[in-house]
């Protein structure tokens, strides 16, 4: 990319709101993703008994199991869902700014 097209991408507004809402999104998926794995941990520090406790009586499935379990999912769709944005809006808007950069403005 020669330095007059980063230039023009960098001076796009379309750029500014693509920086803007990719890090918005990006900073609501970490702080989900911490929430999250940081509670898990907050538990196993404070309360592991807690954890080992049969979900049912005579289960061999432990809450702990089942947390851990859930949470996997849980990343595994916040995973899914940022690939999703990223492959579809992210994508498009970042091509769009590329056509608009490699066009010479008229003079």
């Known amino acids: ?11 796009n507004p379309k750029f500014e709101r693509l920086v803007a809402s990719r ?21 196993v520090a404070f309360n592991p008994a807690l954890l080992g406790k049969p979900v049912s009586e005579g289960s061999a499935l432990t809450v ?3 947390a851990e379990l859930l949470m996997f999912a849980l ?3 916040l995973t899914g869902l ?15 700014i590329l056509a608009e950069a490699a066009v010479e ?3």
């Open 23 to 43: 890090g918005r999104y990006a900073a609501t998926m970490a702080g989900i993703v911490g929430v999250v794995f940081y509670g898990f941990v907050m538990v």
């Open 105 to 107: 403005p008229r003079r």
């Open 82 to 96: 940022y690939v999703h944005r990223a492959n579809g809006e992210f994508d498009a808007l970042t091509a769009d």
């Open 75 to 77: 990343f595994l769709t």
């Open 1 to 11: 990319m020669t330095d007059k097209v980063y230039a023009r991408v960098r001076a």
């Open 64 to 66: 702990g199991v089942l």
